[in-house]
């Protein structure tokens, strides 16, 4: 793909005040990829190694959550996800001009955790996008809104009008991993019984017709935290494992998510309770609801429904916004005018919040579809 | 309005050092290029690693936090202050000049004033790796937004997907069957690089393919660019590429300090050689060239003044 460089174009990213962009970008279809194969949170627990006296459930909010069986990996789920998006869009694959995978994982076969080529590369190949533009995203648990504001920031200036940004995470074998190690409710491998695999994918589109689109993304890496989440390769299995400070992890999160939901509602000049929905970063119910209390708190509002969607998915990483998403979409909870704000808080620290307005993106979807 | 390369840094690993990190090779040539641009780390508001063999197969967070944090880019929660993000963008060796394609288009939009892309790389798996023959370096190159005509004003990128098998790297299981302490002790997870043997050759011939194309549909030829910047990697593409297109001042740096190979510095240490040399100097038009596993091409056309480094 070949782009010449329109100049002077803002866009909505940290957009200098008095700015206003040339073109508006808006989510067009959304597609998800679920593994058929379930793990209940008490199968969980049965299966650690040692004698562990943990409620998973109680304590999370998480029931179960799908798993990769055999034959599925993060490049499945994500192709598997990108060809429901396309079903569900007006789009063919020849009309993406960008596509962008923002896994944590890139296991692509059995064990093999794939780095060349990007693995934005086998799945546009495998949808058929060959002519897009393909770059591979990492930014942990907030890789797809990164990727999203870069595509944003493309449709924005004029330089594409239609991507995708997709992720397949199969990251079960954190959990896995940890079932050996997890010994009481302090242990740093704790958080990792909280994932469960999916893929998800976005097709992003030039807003036309009036449509407000994508009004805001603010984001910020505060890196002094950078030790709070640590994921890597295993040492003594395969797959990988991840350590966590779950306590202090949510508490600078919860503390730098005001600001950047603060700077993301002014630039729309908003307040939260104009807010019909939002959607934080599904970790598990006690944080997110601590979380909710505290923003209220500092922003003296609350948005009007905080979408919880952890009951029978579990924490799906880079994935989680667009899979809660999803299920409003499916459930008919959406309602073309209404605003919906995405929070994301992950390893790094990062910290983000995308502010769009619902349209007809959701005629596609319902309970009939 | 445009986005201009204020500086360029380098690092090489440490001599004696046997297992050197991606983190601290990308940092130092981060603080080198700040300090040749006599800038503050806090001035830069994003930051890429676009880096792909890392310390311990790191996959969570990215990359690009240890290096903010590394170069004092405000790493910390100031209410009101300034703020950068950062993260990394992987397309192997072309991943510097797409990081570059995506923070022109973030400066441009006034998300930032400068930005940076780094990039480094080390053998994961010491040891037990095939196919690692790149030698452990880091590169990065600071950008920044200017008023004026000056800067990036066209990218191009292309694959050549049934050249995909050519090149291929990944970390894998290799701990099945052992047990007790052999499994802990043993280094089960082993980075792997194939490389097809006409990978170069072929790289250089789609490069000088789709740099044909990309000149083509601007209207323009070899003629009207003055520099062509080849990544050094992978080893033989600058000389390859020189073969394959008519460019007289295409250059073929040879690497610094005795350096061997970079992976996905490359563009940067090319850039900085080609920066040392008279020619960049008196360039007005700067192509740079990068190809990678896909087969990936990346182009990013540079206008700059004459005289100006």
């Known amino acids: 793909m070949s782009t010449d460089l329109g100049r002077a174009l803002p866009q909505a990213l940290g957009t200098s005040p008095g700015r206003e962009p040339s073109f508006r970008s808006r989510f067009e279809s959304l597609g998800l990829h679920l593994p058929a194969q379930r793990q209940t949170s008490r199968d969980l627990i049965d299966s650690c190694r040692h004698r562990v006296r943990i409620d998973l459930e109680r304590l999370t909010g998480i029931r179960e959550r799908r798993i990769c069986g055999e034959g599925e990996d993060s490049y499945t789920l994500a192709v598997d996800a990108a060809f429901d998006c396309l079903e569900h869009s007006r789009h063919e694959a020849r009309d993406l001009e960008m596509v962008v995978s923002c896994s944590i994982t890139r296991y692509k076969g059995a064990d093999v955790f794939s780095f060349e080529p990007p693995l934005s590369h086998a799945i546009k190949e495998a949808v058929g996008a060959s002519q897009a533009l393909n770059f591979d995203v990492s930014n942990a648990c907030a890789g797809m809104l990164t990727g999203v504001a870069i595509l944003d920031d493309f449709i924005r200036r004029g330089v594409v009008r239609c991507g995708m940004v997709v992720s397949g995470e199969k990251i079960s074998s954190i959990s896995q991993n940890a079932t050996r190690a997890v010994r009481t409710i302090l242990s740093s491998q704790l958080a990792s019984l909280t994932v469960g695999d999916a893929g998800s994918a976005v097709i992003l589109e030039r807003a036309e017709n009036g449509s407000r689109g994508i009004e805001a993304i603010e984001f910020a890496t505060y890196a002094e935290h950078d030790q709070l989440c640590i994921g890597k390769a295993c040492a003594t299995a395969p797959g990988a494992t991840m350590k966590t400070n779950p306590r202090k992890l949510h508490d600078v999160a919860i503390k730098a998510a005001v600001p950047s939901l603060a700077k993301a509602l002014e630039r729309c000049d908003l307040s939260l309770d104009e807010i019909d929905h939002l959607v934080p970063h599904q970790t598990s119910v006690r944080a997110i609801r601590a979380g909710q209390k505290h923003v209220q708190q500092e922003l003296g509002a609350m948005a009007k429904n905080v979408i919880v969607n952890l009951d029978a998915l579990g924490n799906t990483a880079s994935t989680t916004h667009f899979v809660a998403l999803y299920k409003q979409l499916q459930e008919g909870n959406l309602a073309p005018g209404e605003r919906v704000v995405l929070i994301c808080y992950a390893s790094g620290l990062v910290v983000g919040s995308l502010i769009f307005s619902v349209d007809e993106l959701v005629e596609g979807y319902g309970h009939d579809h | ?309």
């Open chain 2, 1 to 309: 309005m445009g986005t201009i390369i204020e500086s360029v840094g380098v690092a090489e690993a440490r001599r004696g050092l046997r297992h050197p990190s991606s983190v601290e090779l990308a940092t130092r040539a981060a603080r080198d290029a700040i300090e040749a641009a006599g800038c503050e780390a806090g001035e830069i508001g994003l930051l890429i690693n676009a880096g792909v063999y890392r310390d311990e197969n790191i996959c969570e967070p990215a990359i690009a936090p240890f290096i903010q944090r590394g170069i004092g880019a405000n790493p910390a929660l100031v209410p009101g202050g300034p703020t950068t993000f950062s993260f990394d963008v992987q397309n192997g060796v072309c991943g510097m000049l797409t990081a570059i394609q995506v923070l022109d288009g973030f400066l441009s939009s006034g998300v930032a004033k400068r930005a940076m892309v780094v990039a480094s790389d080390i053998d994961p798996t010491p040891g037990v790796s095939q196919g690692i023959d790149f030698a452990p370096s880091g590169g990065a190159i600071l950008l920044r937004s200017v008023d004026g005509p000056e800067g990036f004003t066209a990218f191009h990128s292309e694959t050549v997907g049934k050249h995909s098998n050519l090149f291929e790297g990944h970390v894998e299981w290799i701990g099945e069957g052992r047990s007790g302490l052999s499994l802990h002790l043993g280094r089960n997870h082993a980075a792997r690089i194939r490389q097809g043997e006409n990978y170069v050759a072929q790289c250089a011939d789609c490069a000088a393919r789709a740099i044909g194309r990309f000149l083509e549909t601007r209207g323009l030829t070899l003629a009207d660019v003055d520099l062509v910047v080849p990544s050094i990697s992978p080893a033989g593409f600058p000389e390859a590429l020189a073969e394959g297109i008519d460019a007289q001042d295409c250059t073929m740096p040879a690497p610094q300090g005795g350096m061997g190979i970079p992976h996905s510095a490359g563009p940067a240490l090319a850039l900085a050689s080609a920066m040392a040399g008279e020619g960049y100097r008196k360039a007005r038009s700067v192509l740079l060239v990068a190809a990678g596993a896909g087969i990936t091409v990346a182009l990013a056309l540079y206008g700059k003044r004459a005289g100006a480094v």
